[in-house]
């Protein structure tokens, strides 16, 4: 019976080799393919663990098992000395910890102080009475004296005027110590950090900063930098990118070349220049006719062969996907038209003033009319020989104003009589001759104011002729 059992040993023996030649596997270790450490940190190796259907019934979770790394080659038996790590060892050559239930089969390891690089990196597990390493897979670490750079991502379009939302993201190979991340934008943002799982069950930090872009942001810069703590020191990485901002046309303006007035049939250039993103797709012209626009041409410049009737006002309209914008008005002057216009202008202005002055002479001669009717009126109504305030008045107007009039004979002969003083002269008089001689003078005094009054109603006759002829 002995030569039975044996021969089944080898058989046994036999297939696991043909097995293992044709790939099957012991053991299924989901790890990843490659880890990045900075030299002195630490570094977690996310790692499960499945047991094949051959050997499931080997395998017993309620027994402790144990987590072993082996670098480079997975030929445990051949080469023993490869072991960098036993979870049942106190001293390895790799100092760590197993984070992961190995009942559970997760085998989430993390290595400190990471120095030395080897390149590939093996799992293999020991239980009783279950062995197995799998051959099938590694994962490679690599030590680097610097941090990668994060990456920016961006969710959507960057457009003007609608808030837009960026992530910077950074590994953390290292989750008990991972990277803090920061913004420069040249605009205000809000900021939201945290440490998220990958696919491959890697950590990393995530950042989103969300803004509100403007077209004064299109192609500036902005940067995510990640500060990794390494003992007492940090380690710096960052990435720049360059923002890509779409807007409508901006500083959209209209331009005429030859500048100087244009000579009739000489060729003339009108250029519209806009600023947007995506770049203008039509451009319109436009030129204002009776009040409005009417549109005369499409294309970045717009040529004509000067006429009469090409002089005026012209603006350009770009458009893009975003919107349009327009330009101010631009004046194209035809040589000879700017005379024209500037002689027009004076006319117009001559005209205007000498009308002006027309209305002003009619309303001070009306004024100077009304001032001296009411001053005959009221020189009328008075009593003779009493001298009120607007007589006064009027007479100082007059003096200031105009030449005095011109005294009647018999007024002269009052003055030069007034001037003379017949007291001496005159012989002792009688009281009868007194009294002849009195009502003699008031005789002749009442004879020299109706014939003044007589020569001021003259001259107002005459004003009134004057007024009627430049009202007509």
Known sequence: ?????????????????????????????????????????????????DIPDQHKDTFNSTIRTTGVWIKENPDFG????????????????????????????????????????????????????????????SVDIVVMAFPSSPIITVSGEVKEGTPVSLNCSAVAPCPEHPPE????????????????????????????????????????????TAVYPVGASNKRAEHNMMLNVSFSPKDTSASISPADPALMGSCVNLTCNSTSNPPVTNFTWFKISEGKPAQVASGLSYTLNVTVGDGGLYFCEARNSHGRGKSKEVWLTIKGQEE?????????????????????????????????????????????????????VCANQATAGEE??????????????????????RPKETPAAAQDRVQGQESEYAEVNVTGRRDKVQHLNNLDGLYAQVNK
Not at 383 to 389: I, Y
Request: net charge negative.
């Open 181 to 224: 991340l920061t913004w420069t934008l040249p605009t205000q943002f809000t900021t939201e950090n945290q440490l998220q799982e990958n696919p491959d069950q890697t950590k990393s930090v995530l950042s989103t900063v969300t803004f509100t872009p403007s077209y004064l942001h299109h192609e500036q810069n902005i940067t995510c």
């Open 1 to 49: 019976m002995a030569c039975p059992e044996n021969m089944f040993f080898l058989i046994g023996l036999f297939m696991s080799g043909v097995l293992a030649c044709f790939g099957q596997r012991d053991l299924f270790a989901t790890i990843p393919d490659r880890l990045d450490v900075l030299t002195g940190s630490c570094i977690q190796i996310p790692c499960s663990f």
């Open 404 to 425: 005095p009039e011109e005294p009647a004979e018999n007024q002269s002969e009052e003055i030069q009589y007034g001037d003379i003083d017949f007291s001496k002269l």
């Open 340 to 392: 024209t216009v500037t002689t027009m202008v004076f006319g117009i202005a001559a005209g205007t003033l000498g009308v002006l002055l027309l209305i002003s002479l009619i309303s001070v001669i009306g004024w100077r009319r009304n001032s001296r009717l009411h001053d005959g009126l009221e020189r009328t109504d008075n009593p003779q020989g009493q001298n009120s305030p607007v007589n006064t």
């Open 78 to 137: 051949l080469h023993p000395d490869n072991v960098i790590f036993n979870s049942s060892e106190t001293v390895n050559r790799f100092q760590g910890k197993i984070t992961g239930n190995m009942s559970q089969k997760n085998c989430t390891t993390v290595f400190f102080n990471v120095t030395t690089n080897y390149t590939r990196y093996f799992f293999r597990i020991e239980s009783q009475p279950f062995r197995a390493t799998d051959t099938g897979k």
